[in-house]
Nanobody, 115 residues
Framework: QVQLVESGGGLVQPGGSLRLSCAAS????????MGWYRQAPGKQRELVAI???????NYVDSVKGRFAISRDNAKNTVYLQMNSLRPEDTAVYYC?????????WGQGNQVTVSS
């Protein structure tokens, strides 16, 4: 089993920044993909950004140039630095871990962008 503990999130004004963290523990071995998804009220959950063990990344177009995903493999932790936040970034952000053996979701953290 793999467990995820998320931190970060909160309320920020438009144009502000936030950083999300997600630490994985448990049966972590081999290659894996960690990432962030978000779900706004009344909308489907969507991929925000993912990163592989080797550091390859992918972003949804709406966050390119504003968000940056990174990871520390020694700590099994993934980060999402969110800059130039917009009201439309408001959502619950979920961390996701996937490997050949497990797919696990974090508990979700609310990010609200509002003046």
């Amino acid at each position: 089993q793999v467990q995820l503990v998320e931190s970060g999130g909160g309320l920020v004004q438009p144009g502000g920044s936030l950083r999300l963290s997600c630490a994985a523990s448990g049966s972590i071995f081999g290659n894996n993909v960690m990432g962030w998804y978000r779900q706004a009220p009344g909308k489907q959950r969507e991929l925000v950004a993912i990163i592989t063990t080797s550091g390859l990344t992918n972003y949804v177009d709406s966050v390119k140039g504003r968000f940056a995903i990174s990871r520390d493999n020694a700590k099994n932790t993934v980060y999402l630095q969110m800059n130039s936040l917009r009201p439309e970034d408001t959502a619950v952000y979920y961390c996701r871990f996937s490997s050949a053996w497990y797919v696990t979701w974090g508990q979700g953290n609310q990010v609200t962008v509002s003046s």
